[in-house]
């Protein structure tokens, strides 16, 4: 079927919208903040040109024969490059994706994007050290291979520019070339130098070029001067190039395939500094015979599991300074209409748990509105955190008197699960009270990406853990539960997993909407459950984690620590169980021997150590009744029509 919003001219190729469609589009690939605001500035300038918009797509290269996992610095990097950005062309149609993407070719993602919004340019930085070398291929085939027209900028921005200089050889990019340079010209209140080279392309098309320039060049104000100029196209040219001068020319060289290639002449341009300068390709698809290793139309590659894992790591990896301007989290919760409860669940935390309510108050509640609610979640505590709560005026429950008709557990777990019932917020965060270093950034960063990429349902906290051995703290110690027991089951069984820093960390936040559809392990198996649960139902890409930097706890002794671990083993037994992966006999042990040492002897204590498996909270009825999903914003998933391996590509 015919796309009755585009029009096609016959001779210049050129994509005309219909102004009552969203308009043109001008995708830009963001690969650094070298060149970033001139390259965006050229893009607003031609998107405008014609009531359209700008997105830009924030991209990581990393080398071929590296892990993909070594961008997670340069994406976060990115993405503050993107946020700057933002700030400097604040009010202007311009969309960022919030993704960025890290990968080895970004061909392929560009071309989705570029698939996905209809885009009619996109604009390509050609950079310091060489575009083909970070594109994994020549430019001449990139141009070739992105599905729309394509403009290359060279050099960075100039402090003034006085006139545009534009040379005409005939070729079937020349409308395009005078249409951006009119744009151009416009946007900075400059005039237009014409130069006719009479080294022009000989092809069918070079007449009937001519005469579609002749009519919109015809009368034009911005076109100053028409020069005609002999011999070499190179020299003609940098005799009338002056400093301050923009050149924007076509994409010179035709293949015996027809397709255009860069040619001598731009690079013999960039070769001798002639800069800013800009290279005009305009889009034609290539006939059906001529179809090359480049199709978007070939399959995608397999991708192993542990690529996807460091792509994932890269792209999904944040730092808690990334959200430090509570102002703009502030602004994004109101934007998409969300509320956000924290929980604290406590047990006999009395020594910490009155400054973590007070920084949640002060800073997060009064000054800066970000979070509606702090709720504690008591699990029975004898000493003063009941009171201290109290007295600081947040409300406080007994875990055990929340949805009492369905019995009681002990257990951390059972107080999160029971605490999705009273919290009302559409977003929820949790945070152990123990911390001792306790700082805004415990909370915000959980929240922040959860506000800033709406496809993303879960967000894990992780930092160091240094181990505090009387008064000295031994750096590197903490989180050997976690380099024992969980990183290797979930390598072994999850590897979808594996690049999870600290699976078991105490901080985290989710959509409720997502949230409430998984099961809740009572105790400490509750962090596991939940990692394994959410990935099942929503995959890799809808977890992010978060650089937390340094927490200061209380430690647990070994005897706990082993207690935990077993509890961990079972639950991940009981998901394999589920998931049908591995065959086990139908009684697993539940209890434990734990060795003691007294008196000078030794004995076994036995322990049953069995997390009970709550079902999903949106399976209750009186959750139902009380929280009416109706009006609650969803998953973020829904409706977006992009499918897990997508994502993960």
């Known amino acids: 079927m015919k796309d009755s919003n585009k029009k096609i001219n016959p001779v210049t190729g050129l994509r005309t919208i219909n102004p009552k469609t969203k308009g043109y589009t001008v995708v830009v690939p963001v690969f650094d903040r070298e060149q970033a605001e001139w390259t965006v500035q050229v893009a607003l300038d031609l998107a405008q040109a014609r009531q359209g918009r700008v997105i830009l797509v924030g991209m990581v290269l990393v080398p071929q024969g590296e892990s993909l996992s070594t961008g997670a610095g340069k ?28 990968v080895h070719e970004p061909w392929r993602s560009l071309t989705k994007v570029i698939d996905r919004e209809r885009a009619n340019l996109a604009i390509i930085p050609w950079r310091n050290e060489g575009t083909e070398t970070i594109f994994a291929m020549a430019l001449d085939e990139l141009l ?15 402090p003034e520019i006085h006139r545009i200089l534009m040379p005409i050889r005939g070729s079937r990019e020349a409308p395009l070339t005078l249409q951006i340079a009119l744009a151009m010209a416009k946007a900075i209140n400059v005039g237009i130098i014409m130069l006719y080279a009479s080294e022009a392309d000989q092809n069918l098309y070079s007449q009937e070029v001519y005469n579609e320039l002749a009519r919109m060049s015809q009368p034009n104000p911005w076109i100053e001067q028409e020069v005609r100029v002999k011999g070499d196209v190179v020299s003609a040219i940098l005799e009338q190039v002056r400093p301050g001068d923009l050149v924007i020319i076509g994409a010179s060289e035709k293949t015996e395939e027809g397709q255009r290639q860069m040619g001598p002449v731009a690079r013999r341009l960039r070769r001798v500094g002639v800069e800013p300068l800009i290279i005009v390709k305009t889009h034609r698809p290539p006939p059906l015979g001529q179809l090359t290793t480049w199709s978007r139309q070939q399959p995608l590659p397999a991708t192993n599991t542990s690529v996807v894992v460091d792509k994932w790591f890269a792209e999904n990896t944040f730092h808690s300074r990334e959200f430090e301007d509570l102002e703009r989290l502030v602004q994004l919760k109101e934007e998409q209409n969300l509320t956000i409860s924290l929980g604290l669940p406590a047990l006999n935390e009395a020594a910490t748990v009155g ?13 800066f509105p970000l979070l509606d609610e702090v709720v504690l979640i008591d699990s029975g505590s004898t000493d003063e955190t009941v009171e201290i709560a109290q007295d600081l005026g947040i409300p406080v429950y007994q875990h055990s008197d929340i949805l009492a008709q369905y019995n009681n557990f002990r257990g951390k777990g059972e107080a999160l699960w029971k605490s999705l019932h009273v919290l009302k917020g559409d977003l929820i965060a949790w945070i152990d009270t123990d911390i001792v270093n306790i700082h805004p950034r415990f909370i915000y960063g959980i929240l922040g990406p ?14 160091r853990r240094p181990l505090k051995t009387g008064d000295t703290l031994q750096a590197g110690g903490g989180g050997r539960v976690t380099e024992l027991v969980a990183r290797p089951l979930l390598n072994l069984f999850y590897p979808e997993l594996s690049g999870i820093v600290q699976p078991l960390s105490g901080e985290y936040a989710g959509r409720r909407a997502a949230l409430e559809q998984v099961p809740f392990y009572v105790g400490y198996g509750v962090e596991t459950g939940l990692l394994l649960s959410l990935v099942e139902e929503y995959g890799i890409s809808s977890i992010a984690q978060v650089d937390l930097r340094e927490r200061i706890h209380h430690n647990q002794s070994l005897g706990a620590l082993s207690r935990m671990a077993f509890a961990i083993i ?13 065959t086990l006999l139908h009684e697993i042990n539940r209890t434990m021997k734990i060795i003691r040492y007294e008196r000078d002897a030794y004995y076994l204590d036995e322990r049953v150590i069995f997390d009970e498996c709550r079902p999903p909270m949106i399976t209750l009825p009186e959750y139902q009744a ?24």
């Open 355 to 367: 400054r973590i309510i007070q920084v949640a108050q002060n800073i997060l509640m009064r000054e």
């Open 450 to 463: 959860l506000l800033r990429h709406n496809t993303i349902q879960y967000v894990k906290g992780f930092y």
């Open 570 to 582: 079972q639950v991940f037994v009981d998901r394999l169980e589920s998931r049908q992966k591995v």
């Open 144 to 158: 070739n291979y992105l599905p729309c027209d394509v403009a290359i900028i060279s050099g960075n921005a100039p």
């Open 626 to 649: 009380r929280h009416n999903g109706a009006n609650r914003p969803g998953t973020g998933l829904e409706g977006s029509g992009i499918s897990e391996q997508e994502r993960a590509a």
């Open 75 to 102: 994406a976060q990097a990115s993405r503050a490059t993107l946020e700057y950005l933002r700030e400097q062309f604040k009010g202007e149609p311009i969309y960022i994706k919030p993704r960025i993407r890290v």
